[in-house]
């Protein structure tokens, strides 16, 4: 079992910016990926970042891509997304996922076996 505790989330101004933070605990070893998702206002869950944990290699879908990091720390269990030039468009709550497989473009939210509980975000014009 893997534990996801994801802090961070608030608001913020178009043009701001904000950190996410997503702690794991449990067996965390098995975690091959880890990565951020997002549901916004009446929006299907999207995959926004994605890290692989062997070697810190990021994904990110087009719409943040140049604006969001995925970072990790190793030694923290710990993953990050640094979200800059905030846009209304970016409102939603954010998940923290972590699952065994090798990260994929495709971003399937079905092949990541633990989320956190999410954390909002919410971005004002």
């Known amino acids: 079992q893997v534990q996801l505790v994801e802090s961070g989330g608030g608001s913020a101004q178009a043009g701001g910016s904000l950190r996410l933070s997503c702690v794991a605990s449990?067996?965390?070893?098995?975690?091959?990926?880890m990565g951020w998702f997002r549901r916004g206002p009446g929006q299907e869950r999207e995959g926004v970042a994605l890290?692989?944990?062997?070697?810190?290699?990021?994904i990110y879908t087009n719409s943040v891509k140049g604006r969001f990091t995925i970072t990790q720390d190793k030694a923290k269990n710990t993953v990050y997304l640094e979200m800059n030039s905030l846009n209304p468009e970016d409102t939603a709550m954010y998940y923290c996922?972590?699952?065994?497989?090798?990260?994929?473009?495709?971003?399937?939210?079905?092949?990541?076996?633990?989320w956190g509980q999410g954390t909002q975000v919410t971005v004002s014009s």
């Open positions: 890290i692989k944990t062997d070697d810190g290699g990021a």
């Open positions: 449990g067996h965390t070893d098995s975690n091959k990926c």
């Open positions: 996922a972590a699952g065994p497989l090798v990260c994929s473009r495709l971003m399937t939210p079905r092949t990541f076996g633990y």
